[in-house]
């Protein structure tokens, strides 16, 4: 007899089984009401493995996240037959389950032969924050004890959690302000709204000068300037802050001035005396 005659036959006598059950089995309906229960687990005994979920990645682009898994019914050695039921997700900003496998069918569960275990979940417009999603598989099958036919379901579960963050750090320049400084050296003091990676600014347009936080402009030259800050959040977005208009107009030093006549005045005046003092002796 080949394979396809042993599972013809063996197909026949379950549905002979179900036919006779309720009249051979007394102990059917009251031992199990439900064949194919759901909610609370029923396990035939400790050789019946709950099913696995194995996450292969997570991708996570814009409002949009991608989660890849596997899920596989569990092992059992005792179990007369057994079947994914049911695979979906439920996440922390939607509390209804989204189902990605429904297997009702009992006669079906025996015969599966898509014996899917491959899922993919997409997720559009998921509100900005950290959040979960959370996978679950439930397993469904039936054993024999004592002439008695029983329904078990096992369900697993796993967790994701991830990050949507699509809005750039707001950077806000605290010191400096579109007035003229008499000062060649100005603070540059920050606030940025978020935990950031990396701060840098750009004094007139040259180059980005990386700083790990405020600091001071020195060195600055008479005449217009502008800054700007940038700053780059944990995944990778670029906030930008107004940028800062200011002049500088260092006045010349009035002390150094003084100082400056009081030398030319005494230098002067030694010179004066010291021709006078030529002449007096000429003339003699």
Do not use: C
């Amino acid at each position: 007899m080949n394979k396809k005659t042993h599972l013809t036959a063996a197909f026949i006598s379950v549905l002979l089984f179900y036919a006779v059950a309720g009249t051979l089995l007394v102990d059917f309906a009251t031992a199990n009401p439900n064949p194919f229960p759901f909610g609370e687990d029923v396990l035939p005994d400790a050789s019946t493995e709950p099913p696995t979920i194995t996450i292969s990645n997570t991708i996570v682009n814009g409002n949009t996240v991608t989660i890849n898994f596997k899920a596989e019914v569990g092992e059992s050695t005792t179990a007369f037959y057994t079947s994914m039921s049911k695979v979906y997700y439920i996440s922390d900003w939607n509390e209804n389950p989204t189902y990605l496998y429904q297997f009702y069918d009992p006669v079906q569960q025996i015969l599966d032969v898509q014996k899917r275990t491959e899922y993919t979940l997409s997720e559009m417009n998921v509100p900005e924050g950290k959040h979960t999603i959370t996978v679950y598989a439930l397993e469904e099958g039936n054993y024999i004890r004592q002439a008695t036919m029983h329904g078990f379901s096992i369900t697993s579960h796993a967790s994701v959690d991830f990050t949507i963050d699509t809005m750039p750090p707001k950077v806000l320049i605290l010191a400096v302000e579109n007035r003229t400084y008499e000062t060649s050296e100005i603070p540059l003091d920050f606030m940025i709204n978020e935990p950031v990676t990396e701060v840098s600014y750009s004094l007139d347009g040259l180059d980005n000068v990386t700083v790990v936080g405020n600091t001071t402009l020195a060195g600055l030259s008479i005449g217009e300037h502008n800054v700007t800050v940038f700053a780059t959040d944990e995944v990778g977005n670029i906030g930008v802050s107004e940028t800062m208009y200011f002049s500088v107009d260092v006045p010349f030093p009035t002390t150094f001035v003084i100082a400056v006549v009081i030398i030319v005045i005494v230098v002067s005046l030694g010179l004066l005396i010291y021709l006078k003092k030529r002449r007096v002796k000429s003339g003699e």
